[in-house]
């Protein structure tokens, strides 16, 4: 692809969608959030290509959080992120030639890093447990899913173990790469993550991002 990619993968409720939006309307860039186009690219799976997109696509929410295993909601979970992630890349290929904000769970390290040319960035966002269990419970739209399950209090914790143990993947995955991990544990602001996000890419010295980096450290 002829374009400058900066990626900002990581797990869910890290903030990494806020930090996103706010880098490429700052810099005037366009944003790819992966999980505005999941529907569309439902539309286009087949059971035997895309096996876990599909099989999650025909399940209940009880069948997501409640009856199965933690273990098995994680395989089946990084299989669709895995699935999508083609239809990402063929999203991006078809778009303009100019620079873009990828951001996602689906941008696995072991995916993305093969693909990172001179000029892209890429960085991963993860929340400590504590903080993504507090951030999930303020979600309204949460609620409506647990409901429909046979228990919601055991599918809430079932989904954020899931999401823990995600979590530890991507620094595990990073970590063996060499990319840059930003953890969000609560300890800092989202304008002092916003300031590593800048410093890490190379942006923002010249408006006082690199100084509002220096000061968050």
Known sequence: MNKQIYWIGGSACAGKSTLAGRFAEKYNMALYACDEHYEDHLQRITGRAQSAMYRVSQMTMNEVFFTRDVAEQLDTYIWCLREDFSYVLSDLAGSGDG????????????????????????IWVV??????????????????????????????????????????????EAGKRKRKVLEADGSRTLEQNFAELERWFGLGAADGGEEAADAAE
């Open 127 to 172: 929340p400590a447990e504590p903080f993504q269990r507090e951030q999930y419970s303020k979600r309204e739209w949460i609620h409506g899913i647990l409901q429909a399950t046979e228990n919601p209090e055991l599918s809430f914790n079932n989904w954020m173990k899931r999401d823990a143990l995600f979590a530890e993947r991507i620094r595990s």
């Open 99 to 122: 620079p873009v904000v990828v951001e996602g769970n689906q941008l696995l390290p072991a995916l993305v890093a093969p693909l990172l040319k001179p000029m892209d960035k890429a």
